[in-house]
């Protein structure tokens, strides 16, 4: 198998919810952490876990503050940028790009999340269903707003579902060109793919996984109080914290935007037509191997 290439930049993306600009404008540092999903991955769950690692399992860490969502549009990058540049401690940010539209460096540590594509639209639906008007004035009323705003869901799960898969991704973006972009650099050195339901079934031994691509020393001491504050009971009870803004984007708080951490709840609602059919598009556009560690999280040589 040839080595694959480090990638490159080629375009940007603009939305309601994107401004990749940001990445041209970034200043890297060595260690810096980047934390990429599909949204509603698990990536709050991503952000607790390494600054659980990163900070010896300190209890009421403001991670949302502390691990931005650097290519979100708001606040501006004019805001954004020099509050991330001030920081101190090892940074991890988070991004929701396909790696062509970001800025990749050889020497930062990327850690790819991923979940069935199902389990994604059962948790997108709690987040943009629980949406306030605060959530969507930031998104279409800001100043820098590309392309159409976004609009309230369809009541209906399942037809939300079918419209996100008709779509690819609708409202929000393409689900599969992002799996695409990350399977494709899987391989290199500094990148490490995380499948969420793996994570869930093995939290202990995941962790230890992230830690040791991170190059970050389990404190055995502080163990049993990192898995705990890993948890989703603990990080359900103290969502406030890793929640933008302390959840107020969302009718509910910061409860609501940590939703359940499961998986499989689409099996009372899809009929076995639509789950075939959401299978056999996740083999057309990622192929087997892929389409097959998307579901299962196993994954082949």
Not at 74 to 85: C, Q
Not at 101 to 113: D, E, R, T
Not at 161 to 185: C, M, Q, T, V
Not at 197 to 226: C, H, Q, S
Request: hydrophobic share 40%.
């Amino acid at each position: 198998m040839n080595a694959p290439v480090v990638p490159r930049k080629t375009r940007e993306m603009h939305s309601h919810h994107f401004d990749s600009t940001i990445w041209n404008d970034f200043a890297f540092r060595d260690d810096d952490i980047i934390i990429s999903t599909y949204a509603k991955s698990g990536t709050t769950w991503m952000q607790q876990i390494i600054s659980q690692l990163i900070f010896n399992g300190e209890a009421g860490l403001p991670v949302a503050e502390m691990s931005p969502w650097l290519d979100l549009r708001v606040p501006p990058k004019e805001v954004k940028l020099p509050a991330v540049e001030g920081q101190t401690h090892r940074r991890f940010v988070k991004t929701h790009l396909p790696v062509d539209a970001l800025v990749f460096s050889p020497n930062a540590k990327y850690i790819y999340l991923a979940r069935d594509g199902r389990d994604v639209v059962w948790s997108l639906y709690n987040h943009h269903a629980n949406a306030n008007d605060f959530w969507y004035h930031a998104l279409n009323d800001t100043p820098g707003l590309v392309g159409e705003p976004i609009g309230r869901p369809n009541r209906s799960i399942r037809d939300y579902f079918h419209e996100w898969l008709a779509k690819d991704g609708y409202p929000f973006w393409s689900f599969w060109e992002n799996l695409r972009s990350w399977w494709a650099i899987r391989d290199l050195p500094n990148v490490h793919t995380v499948h969420f339901e793996t994570l869930r079934t093995d939290m202990p031994g995941e962790i230890r996984k992230i830690a040791a691509f991170l190059d970050i020393p389990v404190d055995e001491a502080k163990w049993e109080a990192i898995l705990t504050h890993c948890s989703f009971p603990y990080m359900k009870a103290n969502a406030t914290p890793s929640v933008p803004l302390g959840g107020a984007f969302w009718d509910g708080g910061a409860e609501t935007f940590i939703n359940k951490g499961t998986n499989g709840r689409w099996r009372d609602t899809l009929t076995a037509a639509d789950s075939a059919a959401y299978e056999a598009r996740a083999l057309k556009e990622l192929g087997p191997e892929c389409a097959g560690w998307l579901a299962t999280g196993l994954r082949g040589r």
